[in-house]
């Protein structure tokens, strides 16, 4: 994995452990899940949430999920500039840890953007996500995904943003759907990638859909991996049967389609599809004109529904 | 179809605009919804449409319909005249 433009906040659980000294008056916010694991290995005081931070703190350690991370880095951006932030992600795939992006689910998608949201530090534990359940790991697996190919086939992307999306891509291409180290580093180049160009339509849909479904099918654990991870390759073969772009792109920067596809075609789950497009088609407006969706790397027309309608009722490539 | 159909219809998709809103004189100052993202959009329409991709000055510096024009018709893309 080569190095990115965030490194140097990089840390390890033993380099956080061993700052603790120098960051003054610290609280710790977690995920229940976590919560124990981490509270074994870090004394500062728990806090219910960012929002709760107590005027004496001079540093705010996150340790949890993209949302709560995006929460804390949205208050300390509008709050409290001063506060040292350091997120400690639970899993990969938002790659929120280094990214200048934070988003808020209400109602609809909030999304905010400014360098003054990236956290100060953050660290990689990856024993973090060892005992996460095996779908949410697969899941993540696909967010980083979407990030990169979006990154890749990006209107926006430069020449460079290209190559190192492609050779992310080819080396991610071998790591297991599941459980594994690197896909932290992973997460977080992605991340930058996505950044630094855009996302396209699988983010549309995933942006539109997410508080839809949430309110819509409570118990059936929409989030944005999982939508990120069940549109990957709808949207991949959308892209490729509309122009010859994205196939040029790969064959311009070495990247290996025929593996972007076989990966994506297993995160594909064709019920989760069914279900995700049944409010899709009821929301396509809104879909088609999301801010992600227009920076996809092929149009998105109102007709281009009809793809989508089709690829859930064949299961392939319409 | 030919070439001036083809761009008024992707500029209509893409700006939201009814037939009597569009015009070929149209500046990208009088329709609200040309904004940066539209600008990002016409240029993936436009590839996918006339496999030409507007260099990054040249998406910038587009001010109305006639400057899409102008800039297709420098790369053998011809329109009669709108």
Redesign the interface.
């Known amino acids: 994995m080569q190095k990115h433009e965030q490194w140097e906040r990089r840390w390890e659980i033993a380099d956080l452990k061993s700052a603790l000294s120098t960051l003054g008056r610290s609280y710790l916010c977690t995920t229940p899940s976590i919560r124990s694991r981490v509270q074994a290995l870090l004394s500062p005081p728990e806090i219910e949430s960012p929002e709760s931070v107590p005027s004496d703190a001079d540093t705010l350690i996150v340790a949890g999920g993209g949302t709560l991370i995006d929460r804390a880095k949205v208050f300390r951006k509008n709050n409290w500039p001063a506060l040292n932030l350091i997120a400690v992600p639970s899993i990969w795939g938002s790659g929120t840890e280094v990214s200048p992006v934070a988003v808020l689910t209400r109602a609809k998608k909030d999304i905010h953007f400014s360098d003054d949201l990236i956290p100060d530090h953050y660290v990689v534990w990856p024993e973090l996500a060892e005992s996460a359940p095996a779908e949410l790991l697969r899941f993540a697996c696909g967010d980083v995904w979407s990030h990169a190919l979006e990154a890749f086939c990006s ?2 992307a430069t020449e460079t943003i290209r190559k190192q999306a492609a050779d992310l891509m080819n080396e991610i291409a071998s790591y297991p759907l599941g459980f594994d180290a690197r896909w932290f580093d992973a997460s977080a180049a992605a991340c930058l990638l996505q950044a630094r160009s ?1 996302v396209g339509l699988i983010h549309g849909f995933a942006h539109v859909l997410e508080p839809l479904l949430l309110s819509s099918a409570p118990n059936a654990r929409w989030g944005h991996a999982k939508l990120c991870s069940t549109f990957l390759s709808p949207v991949l073969n959308f892209n490729l049967s ?2 010859p ?1 994205v196939q040029t792109l790969a064959t311009t920067f070495g990247l290996d389609l025929d593996k972007v596809q076989a990966v994506t075609k297993s995160l594909f789950d064709g019920q989760a599809y069914t279900a995700a497009m049944t409010v899709a088609e009821q929301h396509w407006d809104t879909i088609a ?1 999301d ?1 992600c969706s ?9 007709d281009s529904l009809k793809y989508f309608q089709q690829f859930r009722i064949s299961g392939a490539v319409a | 179809m030919e070439n001036r159909q083809k761009l008024r219809d ?1 500029l209509m ?2 700006l ?1 605009l009814t037939d009597e809103e569009f015009s070929f004189d149209l500046k990208r100052e009088r329709v609200e919804t040309w904004d940066s ?2 600008v ?2 016409i ?3 436009i ?2 449409t006339f496999g030409y991709h507007f260099t990054p000055d040249e998406a910038v510096g587009i001010n109305g319909v006639r400057d899409i024009i102008t800039i297709l018709e420098r790369e053998g893309i011809r329109f009669a005249e709108a």
Do not use: Q
């Open positions: 209107p926006l855009s509309r122009s772009k004109r801010r227009r920076t996809n790397c092929i149009l998105v027309r109102r | 992707l998709e893409v939201l993202l539209a990002v959009a240029a993936a329409g590839d996918e």
